[in-house]
């Protein structure tokens, strides 16, 4: 068992939503993030919930765990009590299965490739690394094949056996006695657990489990144009693969940290650029930041607070689409607050001519209270 409700540690209920679980996820990963959090235990917390995560988010793995109270398929194993070794409630789902219709459900052989479980984790990017993409080396602990025994879980190859009890099957055909008569039903080998082979000294580095848990470096290429909160799936970076099965699968979640000065919205950017009275009236030429350094607007005369500019070409670069968005540039005409002598004779110059004249919004506006 679980030694904390997962549904309890995501804070939701269990009747959650897949949407849900995953806007639970987000908000738990943030607030524990180890880079960002200043919670007690922010780190252990942290894992918790991506445990907690990767098995509600898993329709298999959370429907085995409402059953059972953990992740793993049928914990209880085969051969139950009472039901002599005939795969627990299996038994009976076999015998239902037989006089009711559909037969003896598929099963997949406990010796077939099997791909290895997929990993999540979480990752704080800058702003610049986000948009530009970057690559970076991390550690993550995962198992891997043991490269003492190759995976076999064995010390020695001559310590592994063809299982005497199922001849190598994995299976076993148990007979039941049932109000219906005298039933037969195949059934997981309870001596060697489906795997048709038996092992005598077990590896002493993975302890016959044929794979180690190890906190490998890899790096990681991030594409140009990553979002905050977007997943980038990784091949092959998860758990190793049981019985020569492939690798699953790394998963990392984006946390993108906001810039000083630019706003983002998908590949495109914004700008808010102060200008003088000066500039906006009689109109000018400025110099404007852009991620990819600085460029010449052409501001015209009049020009009012708010307007704005568009830079096509100058936003983000989308690596998965090819797509480069455009950065919008918002003026913001700023008051002076400190006047010189000089400045403040021109200002009342000013203030003596009629500066409404030929303006369409004071015009409404006296139009409007004039009614």
């Known amino acids: 068992m679980a030694e904390r409700d997962y549904y309890e540690i995501l804070g939701i209920n269990k009747n959650a939503t897949d949407e849900e679980i995953k806007k639970a996820y987000r908000t738990m990963a943030k607030k524990y993030h180890p880079d960002v959090s200043t919670e007690p235990n922010a780190t252990?917390?942290?894992?918790?919930?991506?445990?907690?995560?990767?098995?509600?988010?898993?329709?298999?793995?959370?429907?085995?765990?409402?059953?059972?109270?953990?992740?793993?398929?049928?914990?209880?194993?085969?051969?139950?009590?009472?039901?002599?070794?005939?795969?627990?409630?299996?038994?009976?789902?076999?015998?239902?299965?037989?006089?009711?219709?559909?037969?003896?459900?598929?099963s997949r052989s406990p010796n077939a490739p099997q791909k290895g479980r997929d990993l999540r984790i979480s990752m704080t990017l800058s702003f610049e690394e986000a948009a530009f993409g970057v690559k970076k080396e991390i550690k993550i602990s995962r198992y891997k094949t043991c490269s003492k025994c190759g995976g076999s879980g064995a010390e020695s190859p001559s310590d592994i056996h063809t299982c005497s009890r199922c001849n190598g099957t994995g299976t076993v055909i148990v007979e039941q006695a049932t109000i219906l008569g005298r039933i037969q039903t195949q059934s997981t080998c309870p001596n060697c657990g489906g795997t048709g082979r038996t092992i005598d000294h077990k590896?002493?580095?993975?302890?016959?489990?044929?794979?180690?848990?190890?906190?490998?470096?890899?790096?990681?290429?991030?594409?140009?144009?990553?979002?905050?909160?977007?997943?980038?799936?990784?091949?092959?970076?998860?758990?190793?693969?049981?019985?020569?099965?492939?690798?699953?699968?790394?998963?990392?979640?984006?946390?993108?940290?906001?810039?000083?000065?630019?706003?983002?919205?998908?590949?495109?950017?914004?700008?808010?650029?102060?200008?003088?009275?000066?500039?906006?009236?009689l109109g000018a030429s400025i110099e404007v930041d852009t991620l990819t350094g600085k460029v010449n607007l052409k501001v015209p005369a009049g020009t009012q607070s708010g307007t704005k500019f568009r830079l096509a070409g100058r936003g983000i670069k989308n690596a998965s689409t090819g797509r480069t968005g455009d950065q919008f540039v918002f003026v913001k005409v700023v008051t002076p607050t400190k006047l010189s002598k000089e400045q403040t004779e021109l200002f009342t110059k000013l203030s003596k001519t009629n500066e409404s004249a030929s303006n369409s919004i004071f015009e409404k506006f006296k139009k409007f209270f004039s009614k």
Do not use: W
């Open 203 to 281: 590896c002493s580095a993975c302890r016959g489990e044929g794979k180690v848990r190890n906190d490998d470096p890899i790096t990681i290429n991030i594409p140009s144009g990553i979002d905050d909160e977007q997943t980038l799936r990784v091949p092959l970076q998860g758990d190793a693969g049981v019985n020569g099965g492939p690798n699953g699968d790394l998963f990392i979640t984006f946390r993108v940290k906001d810039h000083e000065f630019f706003k983002r919205d998908g590949n495109d950017v914004s700008l808010e650029m102060p200008i003088t009275f000066s500039q906006a009236a």
């Open 44 to 106: 252990e917390k942290f894992k918790e919930v991506q445990k907690a995560y990767d098995c509600l988010s898993d329709p298999e793995k959370r429907k085995n765990y409402d059953t059972y109270g953990t992740e793993e398929p049928n914990p209880f194993g085969q051969g139950g009590a009472g039901f002599s070794g005939a795969g627990g409630f299996g038994g009976f789902e076999d015998i239902f299965s037989t006089f009711f219709g559909g037969g003896r459900r598929a």
